[in-house]
């Protein structure tokens, strides 16, 4: 079967550095893509690899190791609006989005 | 300047009652989904359009009929709700089919709950 794993929840403090890790077992790979989603609203783009390295947008990075079936997320210099679930999910062979459960980060000040 | 819109947000209804929920994109998009988000927050992908015609229809009751009257709109209509069809429903759209790195725009959401 086709799986997605992430961690449920993670603490962090303001200000700090938090990696989410990614790790994804599914038939095929087309791209892997993270979205936040902060309580109660809809998920929101974040960033999209399809080639192994690092993705760097601003206070966040995006890598990807394909061989190793991993990613993670890099939230650098935290803010409180942080605080949101952050969701994995691969594309596979048929082009389908494989989600996972997401990442739940806390923020403290 | 709402990209995905739909409707209601809130949904309180009665197990055996018959349900929509709209969802319209002003964005120019040629696909747009249905995706059901339960308690454990998993997304799950149940319908996919691609201008108008059905490409994506996953292992749903067939209680659920998706209907798409042009490629900026995709209703959702449930007919005899059950307590499990209790969840999140997010409709969503993306410029192109299902290849490259098309970006997913999701709407609000729409709460459903079956008493």
């Known amino acids: 079967g086709q799986n997605i794993d992430q961690p449920t929840e993670m603490t962090a403090t303001e200000g700090a550095i938090v990696q989410i890790n990614c790790t994804y077992q599914t038939s095929g790979f087309n791209g892997l893509f993270w979205y936040q989603q902060h309580a109660g609203e809809a998920p929101t783009f974040l960033s999209y690899?399809?080639l192994d390295g690092l993705e760097e947008k601003g206070r966040f990075s995006s890598f990807l190791s394909r061989s190793k079936g991993y990613s993670y997320l890099l939230l650098k210099e935290l803010q409180m609006k942080d605080s949101a679930s952050y969701l994995c999910?691969?594309?596979?062979?048929?082009?389908?989005?494989?989600w996972g459960a997401g990442t739940k980060l806390i923020i403290k000040p | 300047d709402t990209a995905v819109s739909q409707t209601p947000k809130y949904l309180v209804t009665q197990m055996g009652n018959d349900k929509s929920i709209k969802c319209e994109q002003n964005l120019g998009h040629d696909t747009m989904y249905w995706y059901k988000q339960d308690s454990k927050k998993f997304l799950k992908i149940m319908f996919s359009?691609?201008?108008?015609?059905?490409?994506i229809n996953e292992t749903v009751p067939n209680r659920f009929s998706p209907k798409s009257p042009d490629k900026a709109h995709l209703n959702l209509h449930i007919n005899s709700l059950e307590l499990g069809d209790s969840a999140v429903y997010f409709c969503a759209s993306s410029p192109h089919g299902s290849s490259g790195a098309n970006v997913l725009t999701f709407g609000a959401g729409s709460r459903l709950t079956v008493l």
């Open positions: 359009y691609n201008n108008k015609e059905l490409i």
């Open positions: 999910a691969v594309k596979d062979s048929n082009y389908q989005l494989i």
């Open positions: 690899n399809v």
